[in-house]
């Protein structure tokens, strides 16, 4: 075997384990958002950091609104699509609404309850409606 099949052979290798662990970074990447949600900070002595990805997928890229006055940017963006879901199918509930975006619905209550708190939605037990 030349050392061109090994090194072909060691890319191979390196692609596969790299997919079968990309569910599991996605995820990490995912609860480290929430966590920042809910101002949870782990410990960096007991959870190592994984590395940056360099290159951005464009299928889950969000148009980044201004910053509000909590400074987050992302959560016009998640804010506009819920009120979007709410106006096109009125009765939708949040467990729905997160079920379609691929989000935890409990990240989702805060935005429910500041909209609410702004008159753009209502409440009806567990239906969210357009005010």
């Given amino acids: 075997m030349s050392v061109i099949d090994e090194l072909k052979g060691l890319e191979d290798r ?7 662990l990309r569910p599991l970074v996605d995820e990490y990447r ?6 920042q949600r809910l101002g949870v900070t782990p410990s960096a002595a007991d959870t190592p950091s994984p590395p ?3 290159r951005r997928r464009r ?3 969000r148009t980044a609104a201004p910053a509000s006055a909590g400074g987050r ?7 506009d699509q819920l009120l979007e879901m709410v106006k096109a199918r009125p009765g939708i509930t949040v ?6 975006l691929g989000v935890d619905p409990t990240s989702l209550y805060r935005i429910v309850h500041r909209l609410e ?11 969210l409606l357009p005010s």
Avoid: C, F, Y
């Fill in 52 to 54: 940056r990805r360099t």
């Fill in 14 to 20: 390196v692609a596969q384990r790299m997919t079968e």
């Fill in 117 to 127: 708190s702004d008159g753009a939605l209502r409440k009806n037990g567990r239906e």
């Fill in 59 to 61: 299928a889950r890229t």
């Fill in 95 to 100: 467990r729905e609404i997160g079920s379609e």
């Fill in 30 to 35: 995912e609860l480290e958002q929430v966590a």
């Fill in 73 to 79: 940017a992302r959560t016009n963006g998640r804010r």
